[in-house]
């Protein structure tokens, strides 16, 4: 459309896609400059190990430079050893002083309609 929010990136290892990244860009107040946040990091089982993954973030690092961009984010579950272990040896850090946090269903309707404005 006219005015994207999110993006896709695929990756395809001779020829057939295996994998995929969704990604939207952020800004940061801290830095004053943008950058990019992965939404969701795909790469099929079969296709694991062979580059795809680290191809797909390659190229978000060289968008962010390209750009000018501050940083390239994304979150992963504390389960996920093979995910954080591939992270952190592309020299990802993580940021443990940083807690998420979400409103979704009855508290996202509560928080939207009129109410104690104190709460």
Known sequence: GPSP????????????????CLWFYTYSTFSGRSGIYV?????????????AGRALLASLARRCLDEGLAQLDWAVLDWNAPSIAFYERLGAEARAEWRLH??????????AGPGDATA
Request: charge should be neutral; hydrophobic fraction near 45%; charged fraction near 30%.
């Open 39 to 51: 939404e969701d990091l795909f790469v099929a089982p079969q296709a694991r190990g062979r580059g």
């Open 5 to 20: 929010r999110v993006f896709a990136d695929m990756a395809e290892l001779d020829e057939t896609p295996v994998g995929f």
């Open 102 to 111: 979400r409103v979704k269903g009855q508290a996202l309707a509560r928080l």
